[in-house]
């Protein structure tokens, strides 16, 4: 076999999928979700502390939701937004008074980071 009968290692074309040098992807997103159950193990120590009689154990429930978004795939600029909400129990009730509220507590934050 003659080395002009062996293939030839140089290409003009690119090698391996078109787009992967130079195309980047401008769009990454992670959600991310959450839930809590709250109760005391022990309410002895809240009872003295608050001089109160009995209270239950349970607090309530927190549920939350997060999304994170990169424009540029990377850390130069990153966009947080999440949302929660807090369910409360009996616990709760006994030991915080909400008058005039809803029964549930909402929390919203959004954050934004660009590097320079």
């Known amino acids: 076999m003659s080395t002009s009968d062996s293939p030839s290692v140089a290409t003009s074309r690119p090698v391996g999928p078109r787009s992967s040098a130079t195309r980047r992807s401008f769009v990454f997103t992670r959600v991310s979700a959450n839930w809590n159950h709250l109760w005391f193990d022990s309410t002895e120590v809240v009872q ?43 616990g709760f009730g006994d030991l915080f008074v909400a008058r005039g509220r809803d029964d549930r507590f909402y929390s919203v934050l959004a954050n934004a980071t660009f590097a320079v």
């Open 48 to 90: 003295v502390l608050r001089s109160e009689g009995s209270i239950p154990k349970a607090i309530g429930h927190d549920v939350s939701v997060a999304g994170i978004w990169r424009p540029w795939a990377n850390q130069n600029a990153v966009i947080r937004l999440s949302g929660a909400v807090f369910d409360p129990s009996d």
